[in-house]
């Protein structure tokens, strides 16, 4: 294999030597590195690259032609050189408002939290609402739902607004449920629950759409406010080792953010946008599908829609309830009849649908829906997803592959829930859970993600993940379901290569090929074996031949 390698690169760079002297040499080398192509001669040790796309794949000694006074060569002294590592699903603006707003995550207690909440609320102006992101009961003692009495003891005098870790509901104080004005009488609202005491009163703790009831009351950032927030976004992600994110449900303002951010400079990372639907058909049959804008860096051809809530919060629409809560089988967030004219919409306009199902309901809910927009064997050429594909009936799997429905998937969101899922679920119902391998060796092709800011954006924590289901320290021992797991190569396939097929880019990006864009994620150690990738380091990001940062 070894040999092969070489002697394909050294045929790939004699083949190219006439362009390099005709057409000078290339801006940036990558040399004496371990690089990992996903193409057909899989490995090698240079890379040259020239206006941002590139040149030549292969061995060291067939670099010589593309070597000039100019070029910038960068000894990496045997780092992993990857594809342009994708996240398949993030929310950008979500991103930049966590490094702004209050940082619940990892509070290990109730008294975690509301230490940090009592900080806040003490170097906050009065009156001023408190915003934060990140609590999650599964991780406190007793694994209960805080109350905004709780909240009501270290900051009772302004309206505290503070989202779960998965973005599916939302803790409120006293103060917030009466500027909302919910009460015992207040419905809950469709798609939505309030959840309440054992004499009806609202606890404080809204799920899925009853968090809105709080949410249209907190003053909306300013363009300016948003537009930062989105370039910081970016480059969280493209520190985290990202060089292209699929931005998980946007609106039509962000769109036009993104597009002003691109006249001013180079967007740290390529962004696939998707839509909310409801931007969508706001906008009406004027608008179209846009692709690679910037030279490649945006694109607008995705809309997004909401089938169910999270797990965490059990808001996941499931066909049989809930294990540890048999009053509930979670929210449908989706009715038949707009979701279905929606769908035929899309298609009529050429636009990518990628809805969000956790529960098994949910995902055949979706499923059920795509087939008939499409037929069932007619969408491969659409490459419509499940956004998240969590819990799924076993009867569901084979349909991905035979309808071509892309499941998006976050391997982060396992290790996380792995704790708690099979209370939620029940012992055999979890097996269904997160099924990586399974859909590979049914031939579906897994576009991997983090959900950020639900999950840390950085791909290292998900590379892990997938490759052990195993949390930091190791556990559980051989992982959990550990039939699951997938390779180091398949892992880094479904952050690259898969995920920029899941986005129609895999033309331009995914694989290291001669002619495509230069987009590398570099580690700072050769970890393709699979162990230790913890251990590594994000040593560069380079999108377009542009080091991004490093």
Known sequence: MRTRMAVVGTVTGLALAGAASAQGPAELVLENAKVMTLAAAPWAEAVAVKDGRIAYVGDRAGLAPWIGEGTR????????????????HVHVEGMGTARESLDLVGAASLDDALARVAARARAALAGEWLLGRGWDQNDWPGKTFP??????RVAPDRPVMLVRVDGHATWVNSRALALAGITKDTADPAGGRIMRDAGGAATGVLIDAASSLVERLVPPPTREQRKRRLRAGLEVAAAGGLTAVHDAGVDLEAVALYEELLKEGPLPAR????????????????LVARHGLGDGQLHVHAIKAMADGALGSRGAWLLAPYSDEPGTRGLPMLKPEPYAALLKDAASRGFQVNTHAIGDAANRFVLDAYAATFGPAGGARHRWRVEHA?????????????????PSMQPTHCTSDMYWA???????????????????????????GSDA???????IPGLHAAITRQDAKGWPEGGWHPKERLGF??????????AAWAAFDEKETGTIEVGKRA???VLDKDVSDGRDVLGAKIAMTIVNGRIATR
């Open 73 to 88: 060569r960068l000894d990496l002294k045997g780092h992993l050189v990857l594809p342009g590592l994708v996240d398949a």
């Open 147 to 152: 109350t905004a009495a709780d909240l009501d």
């Open 271 to 286: 962004v696939h946008v998707m839509l909310r639907a409801d931007a969508f058909l706001a906008a009406g049959p004027g």
């Open 390 to 406: 969590q819990v799924l009936d076993p009867k569901d799997v084979p349909r991905f592959a035979a309808l071509g429905v892309v």
């Open 422 to 448: 099979g209370a939620r679920l029940g012992p055999e119902r979890e097996k269904y859970a997160y099924l990586w391998q399974t859909f590979r060796a049914a031939g579906v092709p897994v576009a991997f």
């Open 453 to 459: 800011p639900v999950e840390a954006v950085d791909v």
């Open 489 to 498: 190569a398949d892992a880094v396939a479904a952050f690259s290569r898969d």
């Open 519 to 521: 987009d590398f994620t």
